[in-house]
């Protein structure tokens, strides 16, 4: 997913667009956050206009979705703030309808926005058991301790929302409780997005992310420390698993960190590193649980670097 770094952002600043994409229904209005110009995947804040209607139909690519503010009624159902959705590719949705109009973000996440009227799903559709639909507001407990070691500070807590089981790209809602701070630098391994439903947090390379604020971060940049004075709650999601690397060098670059990350890898996963040493370059590796798969990183990792200088690499 090659989309560049947009660090920091704020779509308050910026006003709303009409959707005019062929094929999307009117009543829709959109700001657009980050986006992949190889495929069209994208990320953007969306108002409905009060008194929208959406036929029964599909996406032709997978996106979530986080209702923010007003309602949504998806078949005889009213979604309220906080709902969170997970529609595989050609997976068709029940009419859609806002009397009152909403707020939400939305992302696709491997082509651009589309709509096909339908009343079944696409043949090829991707696995509908897949489909996700909750208010993660009021059907889930926040997680205040660590997911992972390590794990950031105590006062920084987590709703899992999505974890795909192959690629570890995971999607969640996270809260910093008031007073939150952190006194060291991280970087992953992969991109990283979020974006604050409500509040503020500092942050020593970017200032402050206020409501509103947004950022699509590449992999291997340094950010943090980290503090809030109020406390926020904000949507987060990477696009593979998510290891925390954390030190004090505020002056390390992209490139530095990377080989860092490579350096702790071959220490604690010596053979594995051996191994891929030892293959040519062009090696495909073959997943024999996932035969069908032939996900080549060097063509469509997960992630991207970045350098000091802005440009991308490799
Ligand atoms: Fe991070």
């Not at 995947?41 to 996406?59: E, L, N, R, W």
């Not at 859609?96 to 589309?114: M, T, V």
């Not at 062009?282 to 060097?298: A, S």
Request: with cysteine; glycine share 8%.
């Amino acid at each position: 997913m090659p989309r560049p770094h947009v660090e920091p952002y704020v779509d308050r600043d910026f006003g709303f667009k009409k959707m005019t994409l062929s094929g999307m229904p009117n009543g829709i209005q959109y700001k657009t956050l980050s986006m992949d110009t190889d495929n069209g995947a994208v990320t953007m804040t969306v108002q409905y206009d009060a008194g929208f209607s959406q036929p029964p139909g599909f996406s032709c690519s997978e996106y979530e979705f986080l209702l923010m503010e007003g309602s949504v009624t998806i078949g005889d159902q009213i979604w309220t703030k906080g709902s969170y959705f997970y529609v595989p590719a050609g997976v068709h949705m029940p009419k859609w309808s806002s009397k009152e109009g909403a707020l939400a973000l939305i992302f696709y996440n491997f082509g651009p926005p589309s709509f096909q009227e339908s009343d079944a799903d696409h043949d090829d559709a991707d696995d509908r058991t897949q489909l996700k639909m909750i208010n993660s507001y009021e059907g889930l407990d926040w997680m205040m301790t660590a997911r992972r070691m390590p794990g950031v500070a105590p006062g920084c807590g987590v709703k899992p929302l999505r974890n795909d089981p192959k690629t570890g790209a995971s999607t969640f809602l996270y809260c910093m409780v008031p007073g939150f701070w952190q006194d060291n630098i991280s970087y992953h391994d992969v991109a990283e997005e979020a974006y604050h439903i409500w509040g503020t947090s500092w942050m020593m390379q970017f200032g402050n992310l206020p409501t509103g604020g947004y950022f699509w971060r590449p992999a291997y940049i340094n950010h943090g420390c980290f503090a809030s004075e109020k406390g926020i709650l904000a949507i987060g999601r990477t696009d593979g698993d998510l290891h925390n690397h954390f030190h004090h060098d505020p002056f390390s670059n992209p490139k530095e960190n990377a080989e860092r990350a490579a350096a702790v890898y071959a220490r604690q996963r010596p053979a594995m590193y051996k191994w891929i040493l030892t293959q040519d370059h062009n090696h495909v590796p073959h997943d024999f649980e996932n035969p069908d798969d032939h996900v080549d990183p060097m063509k469509s990792g997960p992630s991207q670097m970045i350098e000091s200088d802005g440009s991308h690499w490799p």
